[in-house]
């Protein structure tokens, strides 16, 4: 199955990755209890083993405990074969979350992620939350000296509102993270812990006021899905390749059989009229992706640099 995926340029400092890559959050933290570590070992590998080497992770995620597992996973000589991306930005510390931005903290954080992944350089390296307090200017200069690509901005999701032309124009790094893949009601299923129950809960697309008008546009993006012989997931995955040959989704799963169906995206075809569709059932979602969007895209301002006293 190597080279199955075939690769492509990312952003504008010379990274090459997969066209898919693995978001790894759901093996240890968020969607349910952490899997077992064997499991998703064996899910890596057979990743790599397929052509995907972009592995996506964040401090954040366990947390700490996700950083962990990749570091046993790329054990054996499986490092030189990926390109490891991970996050900064929410500090975890005696129980709490901080927002944290400085380059004092940035490097503490790369140090870490550096020691709990058991290697020496990370790929790509990018900010998980904007701090407010800090010019983003001082946060990107931290001088970091064990991170081949820094990410200029914070993690996206997908969003109009931001637009291709101008995270193409920057020379940005976008990497859209689709959560969930398919239908919403699945996410009722892991109500069997506390991450799960605040999933369910907390994010507003997932509450009852905003989840049955959710789901007439899942029913005419199924509806499609059914006419181009492809899942949903297959479906939402070709339309993000469709955006464009810069863009690159990481769906996390934690299943092979849904890893396989992920790469079987690559092959679904669009038509422009399928992509008109697409777009206007994407004009019907209600909610938004967190309880609160700042710290994000989409509240993001940081002071000038001129404020900025070290």
Known sequence: MAGKVPRMKLGSQGLEVSRLGLGCMGMSSFYGPPKPDSDMIALIHHAIASGVTLLDSSDIYGPFTNEILLGKALQGGMREKVQLATKFGLSFADGKREIKGDPAYVRAACEASLNRLGIDCIDLYYQHRIDTRVPIEVTVNSRLKKCLSLSLAPQLTWSREIGLPTCFGLGRILIPLLCPLGKPEPLFLYMCNDSALWVNYIIPRFKPENLEKNAVAFERVNA???????????????????????????????????????????????????????????????????????????????????????
């Open 224 to 310: 499609v899905a059914a006419k181009k012989g492809c899942t949903p997931a297959q479906l939402a995955l070709a339309w993000v390749h469709h955006q464009g040959p810069d863009v690159c989704p990481i769906p996390g799963t934690t299943k092979i059989e849904n890893f396989n169906q992920n790469i079987g995206a690559l092959s679904v075809k669009l038509s422009p009229e399928e992509m008109a569709e697409l777009e206007s059932c994407a004009g019907l979602v209600q909610g938004n992706r967190y309880p609160s969007m700042a710290n994000t895209w989409k509240d993001s301002e940081t002071p000038p640099l001129s404020s900025w006293k070290a």
